[in-house]
């Protein structure tokens, strides 16, 4: 039987039911927790390894699964570039997005403090960061775009969120796709080889700027979740 192993909370909104749904046809499912160390010996057990949150233990686990040849859902490489931000940054300016200006010492205007890598901290106003990033707008709404690939084609959702820099994320509606934004989205999910992105935009006076990427999204509120168990499961000979 094939084994999928889940670096994730086994009680997580999206990823709890994905692993149901793989149960279903015949998988056989693990979940491991973040931040735990796994083991090398357990990796070796699975056939294909699926990580939903950027740890150091996570990238060990990508690393080790992709030198010994278990399949991975996004691997090592494509997980520790795009948690780099400025790395995250330069992918989706090379893919033709829009990105705002940076800095690495605080400039005159309004930014958003920023740190290096993805798992460092959430975006804040007015404090000190490993880099500061042009403030593109005052309007608490973001627009988040996630990909999924299947194996055979990329799917795409589009939320409109309520912005980290006031408060916690929400949800606020589901958006209509924009079909250069899901050009450039498609773009950076090949050039990085990953099966799963999200994408942050955010809409200037003319056009939308790319301000984030993000490797191991949630998926929350996307109802991507057949899509997920659909790609997770291409990565196995039975799901190909």
């Known amino acids: 039987m094939d084994r999928i192993g889940f670096i994730c909370e086994p009680g997580h909104p999206v990823f ?61 490489f494509a997980t520790t570039a795009l948690s780099c931000r400025l790395v995250a940054l330069h992918g989706l300016e090379r893919v033709g997005c829009r990105v705002p200006a940076v800095w690495f010492e605080k400039p005159d205007c309004e930014y ?33 775009y996630y990909a999924v690939n299947d194996g055979r084609e990329t799917h795409l959702r589009a939320l409109r969120v309520r912005s980290k820099l006031t408060g916690p994320k929400a949800v606020v509606a589901e958006e209509t796709v924009e079909v250069t934004l899901a050009a450039r989205v498609r773009e950076l999910l090949d050039r990085f080889d990953a099966r799963a992105l999200g994408v942050d935009f955010i809409q200037g006076d003319d056009e939308y700027y790319a301000v984030d990427a993000n490797p191991a999204p949630t998926f929350a509120g996307t109802g991507m979740e057949r899509r997920i168990a659909d790609s997770v499961a291409s990565l196995t000979t039975i799901g190909a």
């Open 16 to 76: 709890s039911d994905v692993a149901e749904r793989l149960s279903a046809r015949g998988f056989d499912v693990r979940f491991f927790r973040p931040g735990d160390p796994i083991p090398e010996a357990d990796i070796d057990d699975l056939t294909a390894l699926v990580n939903e949150k950027i740890r150091p233990e996570s990238f060990r686990a990508l690393h080790y699964a992709d030198r010994t040849g278990v399949e991975t859902w996004n691997g090592f």
């Open 112 to 144: 958003v403090a920023r740190t290096r890598y993805s798992w460092g901290g959430v975006p804040t106003m007015g404090v000190e960061g490993d880099f500061y990033q042009e403030r593109i707008r005052a309007e608490p709404v973001e627009y988040k």
